[in-house]
Antibody
Framework: EVQLVESGGGLVQPGRSLKLSCAASGFTFSDYAMAWVRQAPKKGLEWVATIIYDGSSTYYRDSVKGRFTISRDNAKSTLYLQMDSLRSEDTATYYC????????WGQGVMVTVSS | DVVMTQTPVSLPVSLGGQASISCRSSQSLVHSNGNTYLHWYLQKPGQSPQLLIYRVSNRFSGVPDRFSGSGSGTDFTLKISRVEPEDLGDYYCLQSTHFPNTFGAGTKLELK
């Protein structure tokens, strides 16, 4: 059974950093691209970033480029999202997902950016 | 970016009835490889999204055949027949033909 479990969310002040993790199991992690998708409170879904299976290529939406870094550790079957220079508009539930066009999603982790 | 326009925003249905959701894209979703990367998701209240349909008309593993997807080019439809209580929630279309991936704004399926 495919499982994706996010962690690392919380309340953070504007301009500060936070790192999300996603532990994957139930499939061969190193075979798949992985993505982060977010959902602001009471809003729709928004793709954030994708990393290909071996980590050699990454893709970001414009609003997070230069501030967020997606990475992976295939030995640990873990996906990461390093979020720097956080803004209030980054407040959202962040979902880890398998594939760039997701087929499986984690349960999500809340990130609140507020002073 | 490709804009995905979903209609209606809200769709009241009766249990056992049929529902139809439209998703229109601002440009053709036919990839240069001939495939069309249009997908449908359901987000039940308080849950993560789940994949229903991939590449226009392919039901994902475990998805009942009450769900069907169709369309081409820029115009796509998700149909739900014999609506059941577990079908209620927010439906989203997603295009992954063009970078960046973009979602529709969602359609809330609710009881009439």
């Amino acid at each position: 059974e495919v499982q994706l479990v996010e962690s690392g969310g919380g309340l953070v002040q504007p301009g500060r950093s936070l790192k999300l993790s996603c532990a994957a199991s139930g499939f061969t992690f190193s075979d798949y691209a992985m993505a982060w998708v977010r959902q602001a409170p009471k809003k729709g879904l928004e793709w954030v970033a994708t990393i290909i299976y071996d980590g050699s290529s990454t893709y970001y939406r414009d609003s997070v480029k230069g501030r967020f870094t997606i990475s992976r550790d295939n030995a640990k079957s873990t996906l990461y999202l390093q979020m720097d220079s956080l803004r209030s508009e980054d407040t959202a539930t962040y979902y880890c997902a398998r594939r760039g066009a997701p087929d499986y999603w984690g349960q999500g982790v809340m990130v609140t950016v507020s002073s | 970016d490709v804009v995905m326009t979903q209609t209606p925003v809200s769709l009241p249905v009766s249990l056992g009835g049929q529902a139809s959701i439209s998703c229109r894209s601002s440009q053709s979703l036919v990839h240069s490889n001939g495939n069309t990367y249009l997908h449908w998701y359901l987000q039940k209240p308080g849950q993560s999204p789940q994949l229903l349909i991939y590449r226009v008309s392919n039901r994902f593993s475990g998805v009942p055949d009450r769900f069907s997807g169709s369309g081409s080019g820029t115009d796509f439809t998700l149909k739900i027949s014999r609506v059941e209580p577990e079908d209620l929630g927010d439906y989203y279309c997603l295009q992954s033909t063009h970078f960046p991936n973009t979602f529709g704004a969602g359609t809330k399926l609710e009881l009439k």
